[in-house]
């Protein structure tokens, strides 16, 4: 369990002790049930990672809303989005094994997680992770409900596939995205477990190259 829960928990089991004392007992239910919620919310459950070539984990539990290419300035990437209702676990996990290179807070509004553009407009942590010679970026995107991302290691950190790298508390969502070149192996609707679900498959650097040289030579 994340040491929050801990926190939560057992401060709503003293205020309903406290509460039955002084009142009655049936008024301390509900800090109780707040406890129980608390508790399991924070939930942290061990998970097998994959260990194929390239593979892409999950950077969190939830449902699969996006798979589309991106324009950007670096060119087309790949976008899998992943929503985190707050029934699901709210540990992330890093994508891949790597180095951190960089890592950057955006102040931003609160709107619901399940919009397109709260991928850009929401207040989130956009971290860049670099691994067998490509960069993967993975973004915790806060929502209606959460008010507080947690990102623990540091840039130059080396983070293992599906390591545990901090939460976002309450509803949620999380972006990875990815060289165009990547094999996706989710679609919309999927239900993903953070650290034991695989998303996509990077492509050799080798492989990459060779890509880029034909298509050069097809515009010749």
């Not at 369990?1 to 709503?12: E, K, N």
């Not at 002790?17 to 007992?25: A, D, K, N, Q, Y």
């Not at 094994?97 to 509004?109: F, T």
């Not at 995107?141 to 508390?169: C, H, S, T, W, Y």
């Amino acid at each position: 369990m994340v040491r929050d829960g801990y926190f939560y928990g057992l401060a709503f089991i003293a205020a309903g002790i406290l509460l039955g004392w002084l009142t009655r007992p049936a008024w301390a239910i509900a800090p109780f049930l707040l406890a129980f919620f608390f508790l399991w919310f924070f939930r942290d459950p061990e998970r097998v990672i994959p260990s194929e070539a390239g593979a892409v984990v999950s950077p969190g539990d939830g449902k699969v809303t996006d798979v589309s290419t991106l324009d950007t300035a670096d060119g087309k990437k790949l976008r899998i989005s992943i929503f985190l209702s707050v029934f699901d676990v709210h540990v992330n996990r890093s994508p891949i094994a790597g180095v951190v290179r960089e890592i950057r807070y955006q102040r931003g509004k609160f709107l619901n997680a399940m919009d397109a553009v709260s991928a850009e407009h929401n207040e989130q942590n956009i971290v860049t992770v670099e691994g067998e010679g490509q960069k993967v970026i993975f973004k915790q995107i806060a929502g209606l409900l959460a008010r507080r991302i947690v990102f623990n290691p540091r840039v130059g950190d080396r983070l293992e596939r599906g390591q545990r790298v901090g939460l976002i508390k309450f509803g949620s969502r999380v972006d990875v995205v990815l060289d165009a070149s990547a094999r996706p192996s989710v679609k919309v609707g999927d239900r993903v477990k953070g650290g034991a679900s695989v998303l996509g498959y990077l492509q050799p650097q080798t492989a990459v190259a060779m890509g880029t040289i034909s298509a050069g030579e097809r515009t010749r």
